[in-house]
């Protein structure tokens, strides 16, 4: 499965990855308001965060994939960058606290526990750092379990949302073309008051929430529809959470 994931994310991330979502983390995690940033990334898979960062930032990323690890590494291979191979919900490999700032890039939804990756963020960030997560939106990208549709007659393009309060775990193949050939990964999903009881639990106070659309733009009769919708309704959720000094 890692495989199939780096070959869709590639090089520079894939187009939500740079168009959307990056811009979007680097803009939350505030890095020019401090003078000497040491940054953590959890689940990092192979490190699109790390080549948007300046050389300056100390870069530590963490992941349980060797295979995107080693990707991550010929990519970015800057001294002031370290990818470490490590579980992102703990213990990790080390024992540093003095990270000024955390993320998780659309890879929270990927991981069983989320509440303890949230919390080994707690624990390696200095007082006064910032977390933030960046994932799929949880009140409407939810697997198998939300779809788009259509009232002609209204002329309107609506989400459908079949569940949203159970914790759900949800399999998803890679490459549903290949039918049951296909790799297969696992999405799991929360509703929103259990990520932030997460962040009260690691004593984090939560600082800003960002909701991000689609920035496409459908063409053609059910152009209107389509647009009004994309714009509605957000891919990504992000939040930032501040461990208190």
């Known amino acids: 499965a890692s495989k199939q994931y780096d070959d869709s994310v590639g090089e520079a991330g894939h187009f939500y990855h740079q168009t959307v979502v990056i811009p979007g983390v680097l803009r939350m995690l505030r890095l020019g308001d401090t003078e000497c940033v040491k940054l953590l990334d959890l689940a990092c898979g192979q490190g699109v965060l790390s080549r948007t960062l300046p050389v300056t930032v100390e870069y530590w990323g963490v992941d349980l994939s060797e295979d995107l690890l ?3 590494r010929k990519l970015d291979a800057r001294p002031t960058r370290r990818f470490i191979h490590g579980d992102a919900c703990g213990p990790l490999p080390f024992d540093d606290g003095d990270f000024t700032h ?3 890039v659309l890879a929270l939804q990927n991981v069983d526990k989320p ?5 080994t963020a707690a624990a390696h960030l200095a007082p006064g750092g910032r977390l933030v997560l960046a994932m799929n939106h949880p009140c409407f990208r939810i697997p198998k379990q939300s779809s788009w549709g259509e009232d002609m007659r209204m002329r309107i393009r609506y989400r459908r949302m079949d569940r949203y309060l159970s914790r759900q775990r949800i399999a998803i193949k890679m ?3 290949l039918g049951d050939k296909s790799p297969e990964t696992w999405s799991f999903h929360a509703p929103l008051s259990d990520i932030f009881t997460w962040f009260r639990q690691a004593g984090l106070f939560v600082e800003h929430l960002e909701e991000w659309v689609s920035n496409k ?3 053609g009769p059910a152009s209107v529809m389509e647009n009004r919708a994309r714009a509605e309704f957000p891919l990504f959720l992000s939040i930032s959470a501040i461990k208190p000094r």
């Open 175 to 177: 490459n549903p073309s």
């Open 70 to 72: 080693g990707t991550a």
């Open 102 to 104: 955390a993320a998780c």
């Open 115 to 119: 509440e303890a990756l949230i919390a």
């Open 217 to 219: 733009k459908s063409a």
